[in-house]
């Protein structure tokens, strides 16, 4: 339940993040404010401030004001970095769920059909995740990136622009498919054999009554409880990817671009790289608690085979 | 800042000159001197007079987090390598060895003097001096010499088809290199030490062209292929001794080199030089902190700056480079095939918000023209400044909103390629903001340093903006200008067209030639009509000028004898660890 409610309030937060930047901190989180200014005492200072110690060397963005302005400080083009924690989380996030939906969504049909069609059927798509899984996950979401980042996706009609977020989706639901797909087709074989099944078919069911009647609703609650572990899987991968250059493009802003934003600024801002890192362990530990919770409440046995 | 490591880039085969008469006032050593030296120094790094014996040995410890490739002098083309070889090859001439403004100045080296060209200025005959030797103990012939002049062309030299095309029987050579002769080109005369030089047309730029490493004499066993990690015997004062890419590069003194000329090739100091590859720059930064090393080849971290110049400024050495930062707007697709639109970014850009990115006005100045300060054929003129002046003021950024609603332009979607290290890329996003700030649709595509500069080239990539840097392989005015906007330096479809922008305007180009002819009979007429050119392409806007770059050289406490040539910056083997 607290995994749940600190969830929520993050979610909460990164909704609000419009609001933050024009109520709260005043400032666009997606422009370059290289030249910009802010207000300290009374003080009119520049965000980015030239050191003026030795031989000045260097232009250090302002550090965490703990105010209303620049609470967690400025990136390095001069941008309110809570602001864009805000904006970046909303495309952690998004990307995050929406491509674990997508995978467990695509992994759910490949395990069922495979499970419960068998012969043929589940040795094409057996060997075919078989090919998938071969990839180290982050090599093939990194080449995948790269080629289409890069350029852009165009299928049909549809034509996906290089900047745009889908692509991250799509990329990261697709390299996880295999990861679900394998434990959903085992169970999907072990239901086959069950005595209800059996007696469906027995009683004349078709293909797809067993499917939908019989199946479905025994694996729903696994592919169910997936569903916030590969959130977190996911955010983390649309992270690295993102820190990487080969995620969320600029100026839009992820927690894995801000971070990268910070890595830069290590020794003299860790905070531009510290929060948004603390903000994504928060997250991923949040979803995971939660996805225990959610196997707890769907499947009793296993709390009772683990003892408790 | 990658730009150190990969400044010195590859020209197209066509890009360089071709020239008419030529009279022997006009060689480079006499119009090398441009004005002030432009160079600030930290500390008290002091050029010495005459060898001192008392700081000779010791090992010197380099670093840099990666290694620069081939070791071979006729094909490596970065800074990195071309600093080494300053203390280890030589060629007939050199550029003068010592601090500042000077080191623009081409002093005979393995030759006795430099001839005053013959036969209509087309006509070099060199005298070798007697008695030198390569590092393995065999002589330095003119065997040696010819066959080095083979070699650039027999290896595919980076700048065999720009810089030696003029040499008589080139063409064949670049044809079929792996025969190439020079027979009339490059004539040896092993009785008399002599080795003649024949060009097809004066060139008042030569000189330069045999200072630079590419023209190095090498034995003439030399492999007539790339040597790659292979050693080559040197003839200047180290020599290399090992060589592993991934680990160092280590220099001893070599056994057979006796000082002939201080200007040319000095006696260096340290007994050793290893040159370690593989640490991450903080490391480096730290290890020269901690008197680890002697001295850090890469640019220190934006982080690290302000601690090394308050903490550590008595070892920090800054000085101004002949260098330029840009962005080259491709000319031939929208947007910017219309002028106003090319002019618009000109105007929108605010260079003091890319010297801030770049690491503040210490490390960088706002530039409004291709050539940089300091340079032959610079004259302070700024066409896109608000208010105007001529120097950089501020960026108009109503105008620019009115020149691309003008063009007709707004609302189409640009993308700015550059490269993807921390500095470029956050420079690229400034552009992307200012960019969408005056009506485009902009995004920044990263791509990798070291495929960047060759795909922004290619016109089959659509480039339609990207970021560049430009630095002086030697300091003539054309180097930048014929160069950068030349006609012959515009190849469509090729890795290697230089002239990114794609521009080729007949006006402009009768101009540049008008020049180029004009430096065969007076430097500075010829420079003075740079400077017409340089407006005059300034007005079309096919560039953003944007900064020109300052270099930080970062010792540790125990180094001494800073040195800092402006032609292949520090003087490695001068340094003192003793």
């Known amino acids: 339940m607290a995994a ?31 030249n910009g200014t802010y207000v300290v005492d009374g003080q009119t200072k520049p965000v980015l401030e030239a050191s003026t110690e030795g031989l000045g060397l260097g232009v250090n963005p302002i550090g965490p004001t703990w105010s209303s302005q620049f609470f967690l400080g400025a990136d390095n083009q ?180 801000i971070i990268n934003d910070g890595v830069g600024l290590l020794y003299t801002r860790p905070m531009v790289a510290i929060a948004p890192g603390i903000m994504l362990a928060i997250t991923a530990v949040a979803l995971n608690l939660l996805g225990d919770g959610v196997r707890d409440a769907l499947d009793p046995k296993a709390r009772l085979r683990g003892g408790v | 800042m990658r730009a150190r490591r990969t400044s010195l ?27 002030g030296s432009g160079t600030s120094s930290a500390s008290g790094s002091t050029a010495t007079t005459g060898y001192q014996a008392a700081h000779a040995g010791g090992t010197l410890t380099l670093l840099a987090k990666s290694a620069g490739g081939t070791l071979d002098p006729k094909v490596n083309y970065t800074l990195q390598y071309w600093q080494l070889y300053q203390a280890t090859f030589d060629g007939l001439t050199a550029f003068k060895k010592v601090n500042g403004q000077d080191s623009f100045t081409v002093v005979p080296d393995l030759a006795t003097e430099i001839p005053t060209p013959t036969n209509g200025g087309k006509t070099y005959v060199f005298t070798l001096r007697p008695g030198i030797k390569f590092s393995d103990g065999t002589d330095v012939t003119t065997d040696d010499v010819v066959a080095s002049f083979q070699r650039i062309f027999k290896v595919s030299s980076p700048t065999a088809g720009s810089f030696y095309n003029g040499i008589v029987g080139s063409d064949v050579c670049l044809k079929t290199p792996a025969t190439c002769k020079l027979d009339a080109g490059v004539i040896g005369d092993k009785a008399k030490g002599t080795v003649t030089i024949n060009l097809t047309a004066p060139d008042p730029e030569f000189l330069y062209k045999l200072s630079v490493p590419h023209a190095a004499i090498n034995p003439k066993s ?12 040197t003839t200047g004062p180290y020599m290399f001794t090992s060589y592993d890419p991934n680990t160092a590069l280590v220099m001893k003194r070599n056994p057979f080199f006796k000082e002939w000329s201080t200007d040319a090739q000095p006696q260096g100091y340290p007994d050793e030089i290893n040159y370690k590859f593989g640490l991450t720059v903080e490391a480096e930064v730290t290890a020269v902190e901690n008197g680890q090393a002697n001295w850090v080849f890469d640019p220190p971290p934006a982080d690290r700056l302000a601690e090394i110049g308050s903490k550590y400024a008595d070892q920090a050495h800054i000085n101004a480079l002949t260098a330029f930062w840009y962005a080259p707007m491709n000319v031939n697709i929208a947007p910017f095939n219309n002028a106003k639109a090319r002019q618009a970014v000109n105007w929108a850009v605010d260079r003091n918000a890319i010297v801030k990115l770049y690491g503040g006005s210490t490390l960088a100045q706002p530039v409004c023209t291709f050539l940089p300060p300091e340079f032959p054929g610079h004259v302070d003129d700024c066409q896109y400044s608000n208010p105007a002046g001529t120097t950089w003021q501020g960026p108009d950024l109503e105008k620019a909103k009115s020149l691309v609603t003008e063009s007709g332009t707004a609302g189409q979607a640009v993308t700015i390629v550059v490269s993807d290290d921390e500095v470029n890329k956050a420079i690229g996003e400034y552009l992307q903001s200012v960019l969408n700030s005056i009506g485009y649709k902009a995004s920044v595509k990263a791509i990798s340093g070291n495929i960047q500069f060759t795909y922004i080239q290619n016109t089959n990539n659509k480039v339609q903006i990207s970021l560049t840097q430009w630095y002086q392989d030697y300091p003539a005015a054309s180097d930048f200008l014929n160069v950068l906007l030349g006609c012959a330096s515009f190849t469509p479809g090729s890795d290697s067209s230089i002239n990114i922008a794609g521009y080729c305007n007949k006006t402009v180009q009768a101009q540049m030639d008008a020049a180029l002819k004009t430096e065969q009979t007076s430097m500075d007429q010829a420079n003075a009509q740079w400077a017409a050119v340089d407006k005059a392409a300034m007005t079309e806007s096919p560039v953003a000028p944007l900064i020109t770059p300052k270099l930080i050289d970062f010792l540790s406490k125990d180094t001494g004898n800073y040195q800092f040539s402006k032609q292949f910056y520090m003087l490695v083997s001068q340094l003192w660890v003793k």
């Open chain 2, 222 to 233: 030399a492999p007539t292929k790339d040597a790659g990690n292979a050693l080559i015997p």
């Open chain 1, 4 to 34: 749940l409610v600190v969830l929520i309030l993050i979610i909460l937060m990164c909704l609000a993040a419009p609001l933050y930047e024009n109520y709260v901190a005043r400032t666009d989180a997606f422009t370059s404010n290289v």
């Open chain 1, 78 to 257: 001069g941008r309110d970095v809570m602001a864009r924690m805000l904006f970046g989380g909303r495309n952690s996030l998004v990307i995050g769920f929406t491509s674990a939906i997508i995978c467990c969504v695509l992994a759910g049909i490949v395990g069922i059909v495979a499970g419960y069609f068998g012969n043929a059927v589940d040795a094409v798509l057996s060997r075919a995740l078989d090919v998938l899984w071969a990839f180290p996950v982050y090599l093939l979401a990194i080449c995948l990136s790269v080629v289409l980042i890069n350029s852009s996706l165009t299928i049909g009609p549809v034509t996906l622009n290089s900047g745009s977020i889908i692509l991250p989706i799509l990329i990261i639901g697709i390299v996880y498919v295999p990861y679900v797909a394998r434990p959903i087709r085992g169970q999907v074989l072990s239901l086959r054999e069950r005595e209800f099944v059996q007696a469906a078919v027995g009683a004349g069911a078709a293909d797809l009554r067993l499917l939908r009647r019989e199946i479905l609703p025994n694996v729903l609650p696994t592919i169910i409880v997936f569903l916030p572990l590969m959130t977190a899987i996911n955010m983390l991968t649309e992270s690295a990817l993102s820190f990487l250059s080969i995620g969320v493009q600029p100026p839009d802003a992820s927690w894995g671009t």
């Open chain 2, 9 to 35: 880039v590859v020209l197209p085969l066509s890009a360089m000159l071709v020239l008419a008469a030529c009279t022997s006032s006009s060689t480079p050593a006499a119009t090398s001197s441009a004005s």
